[in-house]
């Protein structure tokens, strides 16, 4: 691939895509909202475009419709990190999983949806790592943690606050 095509397909920073994945249900996921801002398209679009393609995203793994109370927790949430869109919605948002992310490239066909659909698997993929890496960190610091007396205690209760995974994770 040449520098100018790797150029194009970072087309949106990796941290704009890093502030748009939540924690829900035990998955990291995407709204629709969102997603359909990255692709470029509206959101009645995106989720048209997946009603009609509806086996391609069969359970939860791929894609699932927020109830009132996680719609109510994560629009305050999103409001205060500035990506909540002003005007109302008729519905409850869908959110996509990475599953239902990598799907939705076969379902909006255009060159744009390929490129963002790239840069946010590498963002999930770049998220799954920085957990597993902090998971391990904190594994090794509970091994030292046992060797040692309590007087380092304070020492690794404030390392293990640093360690806390993120909302996303």
């Known amino acids: 691939?040449?520098?100018k095509n790797k150029q194009n397909l970072a087309i949106i920073p990796n941290e704009r895509i890093t502030e748009k994945i939540?924690?829900?249900?035990?998955k990291k996921v995407m709204f629709d909202d969102d997603l359909a801002e990255?692709?470029?398209?509206?959101?009645?679009?995106?989720?048209?475009?997946?009603?009609?393609n509806n086996e391609r995203f069969p359970d939860e793994d791929f894609i699932f419709q927020l109830t009132k109370r996680e719609f109510e927790n994560f629009e305050s949430l999103r409001y205060?990190?500035?990506?909540?869109k002003k005007g109302g919605r008729r519905y409850f948002p869908f959110v996509f999983t990475e599953q239902?992310?990598?799907?939705?490239?076969?379902?909006?066909?255009?060159k744009r949806a390929i490129q963002v659909n790239i840069q946010i698997i590498k963002?999930?993929?770049?998220?799954?790592?920085l957990v597993a890496s902090n998971k391990e960190l904190r594994e090794k610091i509970e091994t030292l943690e046992k060797k040692y007396d309590s007087r380092f205690k304070?020492?690794?209760?404030?390392?293990?606050q640093l360690l806390v995974e993120p909302a996303f994770a």
């Not at 990255?38 to 009609?52: D, H």
């Not at 205060?80 to 909540?84: M, R």
């Not at 304070?154 to 293990?160: A, L, M, N």
């Open 1 to 3: 691939m040449t520098t």
């Open 22 to 26: 939540f924690f829900i249900r035990g």
């Open 38 to 52: 990255l692709y470029g398209v509206e959101t009645k679009t995106l989720n048209r475009a997946v009603k009609r």
């Open 80 to 84: 205060q990190i500035g990506t909540s």
């Open 100 to 110: 239902g992310v990598a799907m939705l490239s076969s379902v909006l066909n255009s």
């Open 123 to 129: 963002t999930f993929t770049r998220l799954r790592k």
């Open 154 to 160: 304070i020492v690794f209760d404030t390392i293990k």
